[in-house]
Every structure is written in C-alpha cells, then in structure tokens.
C-alpha cells in the first residue's frame, strides 16, 4: 500500500539554529500534506498544512517544502528554541480524508 | 474555546476484559476520527463518523473493536476481549466541515495498558 515515511529517527539541534525535518511519500497522487508536532503526552498539534498546486508555504517559524518530483516533503523550523522538542509526523490526506501518518521524527534542541 | 477531550485519560484493563473510550469533539463539529498510536509510532487509523453518513470503519483492526456516534456529538470507542497488542494511545479528531483535512484537531488521547 501507499506509505509516509521519515527520513531520521532523531534530530538533535542547538537552540537557535535551523531545523529541517525530511518525509518521504509514495502516493503521487496525494494533493495535500500537513505537519503535526506533538509533545509528550499530548496529541498532535497542527503546524503547517500545503497542497500540492504549491511547492513552498511559510508560516510562523516554519516553512513546508515541497518536491513532487522527488516526492519528497520538508519541514524547516528557524531559530529553533526548546518549546520546538517534539515528535513532528508528516500525514497525507487519503480517500474519505483520513490521514496517513509517517512514523515520526524526534526533535530535541540543546540549550 | 473547548478543545477535544477524551476520557479517560488512562485505562489499564485486564486481557480479555472489555473497555470504552470516550471522545467529545468540539461543538458543531461534523467529522470525527480515532486513530491509534502504538509506542514510538505514527498514528494508524481506525474510523471516521462524518455527519450522518455511514462511519468509515475500514481502519479498524478486527471486530472486537467497534465505535458509534449518538447525536452527531460523543463518540465512544469500544474494544472487546482486550488482548495486550492493543495497548496504545488512542487519539480522537474532530473537523469543521469546511475546514479541510488540515484542521484536525486532537485530544490528548487516552493511554490503554491491557495487562
């Protein structure tokens, strides 16, 4: 079947440097992807969402990259601080708009 | 406003024993969907209720799971005869209908340890 997955299991990173979080999707027909971080004990939490007519969208902190040639989706957080440590999971959108989620990526940033 | 909230927020149950979990997704609504989260894993899905259509039930893993929604509202996910593989976090979502699949919004889950 159609699969999401994540590149590196673990992401460590210095308080205010750059992150850039990597997935890997195989439906290319999928048209529309989103972020979810989410915390110890808490449920995911939206960050950022793009469709596929577009291969750039920035938010606050964030910008999602997307490559459909490669298939190839991106996450880059600047200026990482120590709220930022999360598990974040990329999820594609699938029929009756379910969303299939790649295993996850830790983040934990250093003070 | 009120987010997702599920309860309870931590069920430890003994094999073979039946458990009920309980979403109340935010007021108006209409789509609703539980996934599962096995440790160190991404979520797998399970169902999803969109108004007063027919649930989408595929995602659930055998028929010892079930899952209704009353009124439009509360969601209750129920799981027979428990075995120990079905320890994991169980999340719930709801979405506003023009929101997109983007706006799920999540509970905190509730934390199922089958002993």
């Known amino acids: 079947g159609e699969s999401v997955g994540l590149h590196l299991p673990t992401l460590s990173v210095q308080e205010g440097d750059n992150s850039i979080i990597n997935c890997a999707y195989s439906?290319?027909?999928?048209?529309?992807f989103i972020w979810y971080k989410q915390e110890s004990g808490k449920g995911p939490q939206f960050i950022i969402d793009?469709?596929?007519?577009?291969d750039k969208r920035q938010g606050q902190r964030v910008t999602v990259l997307l490559n459909k040639t490669v298939k190839h989706l991106s996450l880059q957080i600047a200026a990482t601080q120590p709220g930022d440590s999360a598990v974040y999971f990329c999820?594609?959108?699938?029929?009756?708009?379910?969303?299939?989620f790649g295993k996850g990526n830790q983040v934990v940033v250093i003070p | 406003g009120a987010g997702v909230s599920q309860s309870p927020s931590n069920k430890v149950t003994e094999k073979g024993k039946d458990v009920e979990l309980r979403c109340d997704p935010i007021?108006?609504?209409?789509?609703l969907y539980w996934y599962r989260q096995s440790l160190g894993q991404g979520l797998e899905f399970l169902i999803y209720?969109?108004?007063?259509?027919?649930?989408?039930k595929s995602g659930l893993p055998s028929d010892r799971f079930s899952a209704e929604r009353t009124g439009g509202s509360v969601s209750t996910l129920t799981i027979q005869r428990t075995q120990q593989e079905d320890s994991a976090v169980y999340l719930c979502?709801?979405?506003?209908?023009?929101?997109?699949?983007?706006?799920?919004?999540f509970g905190p889950g509730t934390r199922l340890l089958v002993l």
């Open positions: 979502a709801s979405s506003d209908i023009t929101g997109g699949v983007g706006t799920q919004y």
């Open positions: 793009i469709r596929s007519n577009m």
């Open positions: 209720f969109q108004g007063n259509s027919a649930p989408d």
């Open positions: 007021s108006g609504h209409t789509a």
């Open positions: 439906n290319s027909a999928s048209d529309y």
């Open positions: 999820a594609e959108k699938g029929g009756n708009n379910r969303l299939a």
